[in-house]
């Protein structure tokens, strides 16, 4: 039987694999950072980057799911999936989560995708919240925007 974290992890690899298929379809090339940065030239310019390292609020190296990269569609997202089936820990990582996203990531566009059904909805309220009024702050002058996309198994894809 596996374990809260452990059974987190795997089913939270069921929408990281929606995203990939989703994003595959449309014609995105899915490659992993670490590949990719060797000889970016070598792949096209519809990229969805795995595993993107970043500088985390306490200084240690960090990734993120994915950086989707688009000439055409002009895409420079990093793209944060979380999965929660039950009430947990993950509600209280949100702010620790929003902040490596405001402080750290310094992509124009940021995508909180948040599934499973087991966030409290006060964890969703905060963060939507929060991510509201970081995009009025920022409209004005970095033009930065972190959107929050929950259900994402159920209506997105």
């Not at 014609?27 to 970043?54: A, Q």
């Not at 989707?68 to 509600?91: F, P």
Request: hydrophobic letters at 35%.
């Amino acid at each position: 039987m596996k374990q809260g974290g452990s059974y987190a992890n795997s089913s939270g690899g069921v929408l990281e694999g929606l995203v990939e298929f989703a994003l595959t379809k449309k014609g995105f090339t899915v490659v992993r950072y670490k590949d990719w940065k060797l000889n970016p030239s070598s792949y096209g310019e519809e990229l969805l980057l795995k595993n993107v390292p970043y500088e985390g609020l306490y200084k240690h190296a960090s990734a993120t799911e994915f950086v989707l990269m688009s000439k055409a569609y002009n895409l420079n997202t990093r793209i944060e999936c979380k999965w929660q089936q039950v009430s947990g820990s993950v509600d209280e990582k949100l702010p620790y989560l929003f902040l490596n996203c405001s402080e750290k990531m310094m992509e124009p566009h940021i995508i909180i995708l948040l599934d499973g059904g087991g966030a409290k909805p006060g964890a969703i309220e905060w963060l939507r919240d929060a991510c509201e009024k970081f995009n009025i702050k920022e409209a004005s002058t970095s033009k930065r925007k972190i959107d929050l996309m929950t259900h994402v198994t159920h209506n997105q894809f």
